[in-house]
């Protein structure tokens, strides 16, 4: 604040009296993101309360999430492992296991461009950091993801044979996959940087919706497309078999698709896939970017939210 | 040290229609080369030039008319609004009091909503455990407090809120207008309330169009009109010249007698 009583101009000490303008600081952007993290209990709170008041009215409750995640991965694992002649042992994991990270990347795009517009009377009556908001989101996301891991372990246990099976094969000619082992843990620092990624991705998406109200109709007629184009229900080696060799641009489909190594972050080490430290070093450099635009976008627009929303 | 610090304060109010609200017609409206059509968006300056000081121990009444500027410049004031132009430094914990008719989950219940105001005010979850049925008793609401917010009148959403505020010890009280929306029985348990959290807590900043509650709870005054600080100064003279009357002229003897220091007041008036 005093920084520029340090450099007065001769005739101008008068003006120099002006206070400084610090709504676009760097340390109010970060001071919000650590203020919002201390307050934990509140953003905690605020993530189960969605829960619990979205599935209130169910006789389920929360376990309708359970419930409606593995109605769809059974129909989806059945009616895909019959169209591409694969082993159901391991498609149907495969496709369970992606689709229920895939929800998560889902629900925090969707839900992220909607953050702080849906948090409009909170943000208006009660002062708070933004990032509290993100956290929100983000915790009932995460909330959500942990119910569906209950059909990830039934899931498990019910084809534990087939996926601790050294040298298995999701689809017929595929890579033979290491089998599940211990190193199923790296899911955890994979969810973690996966998380980190979607922090990002609701902070920067969600001041911009703010201001430009059509973005997240725009997320959600892309997200269809990218659900189609990301390997989830099909595999990458179908596109081997199919192609041979040298798929070349094809292959590129797949690696220029950053959901693509988001999700293999998790599922990979989640059913015993063959894990490639190239998927870490490309969320991380992902993860580096998205933190810098939306810090850039914090810093500039953090004090407009509560007039745009 | 517990103090708000307002400088040259502009608050300007962006209008947006569909069209700007819109990032595909800003794009295309650029590329399609109506750049002349192209306007600024238009806003509505709810606050202009303020310079206002409030430090510890302060207890500041608003008036003026509607739409003036009062609850804008409180959200200034808890820092819900950054000025446009200008600075705002806030120092100390806010518990502000705002028009309860929306800002909360409608679907929560009573008890939930306690919970999550205090989680707000910056209590821990044991925090407000301890203090839910306290609160809960001082608002009368009974049964009401576990059916959602949205069954709620007014009257009812300002009784939780005053509950729960004056429950723990905030030191910047931002109270709007909205307060007064209370029964007359109730708007005394709560004065009394409030007098002593005043007395315990930083400052106060108090909106109001009842004259007896800001006799009771402020000292000095701000006038705003048009969103312009018309008039900053010792409750009664704000008072006097916004009303054109003595404030003290028409207050009920009760209210006078429970002021105490009138005595003398009223009986000057009696001169004049
Ligand atoms: N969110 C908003 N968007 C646009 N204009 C607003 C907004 N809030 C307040 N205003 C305008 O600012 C002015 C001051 O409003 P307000 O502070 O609510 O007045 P008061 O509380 O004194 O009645 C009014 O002209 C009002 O229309
Ligand atoms: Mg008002």
Request: charged content about 20%; glycine content about 10%.
């Amino acid at each position: 604040m005093h920084a520029t009583s340090t450099v007065p101009a001769a005739g101008e000490s008068v003006a120099a009296e002006k206070p400084v303008p610090d709504r676009r600081s760097w340390n109010r952007a970060f001071a919000d993101i650590r203020d919002g993290v201390t307050q934990r209990e509140l953003w905690s709170h605020l993530g189960w309360q969605d829960i619990k008041q979205r599935y209130r009215r169910s006789v389920l409750g929360p376990l309708w999430i359970t419930m409606s995640m593995g109605v769809t991965a059974l129909g989806l694992g059945l009616l895909y492992s019959q169209l591409f002649g694969a082993p159901i042992g391991t498609f149907l994991p495969y496709i369970t296991t992606g689709f229920i990270v895939w929800q998560f990347i889902l629900g925090n795009l969707t839900e992220g461009t909607d953050t702080f517009i849906r948090n409009e009377g909170l943000i208006k009556h009660l002062p708070a950091p933004l990032s509290v908001y993100v956290l929100r989101t983000l915790w009932r996301q995460s909330i959500m993801f942990a119910h569906n891991m209950i059909i990830y372990v039934i899931v498990l246990a019910v084809f534990w044979g087939s996926l601790t099976k050294s040298g298995y094969v999701l689809t017929d000619n595929g890579v033979p996959q290491p089998g599940l082992g211990w190193s199923a843990l790296l899911a955890i620092p994979g969810f973690l940087l996966l998380a980190v990624n979607a922090g990002w991705v609701i902070l920067l998406f969600g001041i911009v919706s703010t201001r430009f109200r059509d973005i997240p109709q725009v997320i959600t007629s892309l997200i269809n497309l990218m659900f189609f184009m990301t390997p989830i229900v099909w595999t990458t080696d179908i596109l081997q078999n199919r192609f041979g060799e040298s798929a070349g641009w094809r292959d590129l489909v797949v690696e220029l698709n950053p959901l693509y190594h988001l999700l293999q972050l998790v599922r990979a080490p989640l059913i015993g896939n063959e894990q490639s430290w190239h998927h870490w070093v490309i969320s991380a450099g992902i993860a580096l970017v998205g933190w810098i635009l939306a810090l850039v976008v914090m810093r500039n627009y953090r004090s407009r939210v509560s007039y745009w929303v | 040290m517990t103090s708000i610090e307002v400088r040259n304060a502009y608050v300007d109010f962006p209008i947006f229609d569909a069209k700007s609200r819109s990032l595909k017609k800003k794009v295309l409206g650029k590329v399609g080369g109506r750049i002349g059509t192209e306007s600024k968006v238009p806003v509505i300056e709810a606050l202009h030039d303020i310079t206002l000081s409030v430090r510890s121990g302060d207890r500041v009444g608003l008036v003026g008319h509607n739409g003036a500027g009062k609850s804008t410049l409180l959200r200034l004031l808890s820092g819900i609004y950054e000025p446009t132009r200008g600075t705002a430094l806030i120092d100390g914990r806010v518990a502000p009091v705002f028009d309860l008719g929306v800002g909360m989950d409608q679907e929560i219940s009573g008890y939930e909503n306690i919970m999550v105001r205090g989680l707000y005010l910056g209590m821990t979850r044991k925090q407000m455990e301890k203090r839910v049925d306290d609160i809960a008793e001082f608002t009368e609401l009974g049964d009401y407090l576990s059916m959602p917010l949205r069954t709620y009148s007014t009257g009812m959403r300002v009784r939780l809120a005053l509950g729960v505020v004056t429950s723990i010890d905030p030191e910047i009280l931002l109270l709007d207008e909205g307060i007064g929306a209370v029964d007359a029985r109730f708007l005394n348990k709560a004065r009394d309330r409030l007098v002593d959290l005043v007395k315990r807590s930083g400052l106060l900043v108090f909106a109001s169009h009842q004259d007896d509650l800001l006799l009771e709870l402020c000292t000095s005054a701000v006038w705003m009109d048009e969103g312009r600080m018309k008039m900053h100064g010792s409750l009664r003279e704000v008072l006097k010249a916004y009303k054109g009357k003595d404030p003290y002229e028409n207050i009920s003897p009760q209210t006078a007698a429970r002021l105490g220091v009138e005595k003398p007041v009223s009986a000057s008036k009696g001169g004049e």
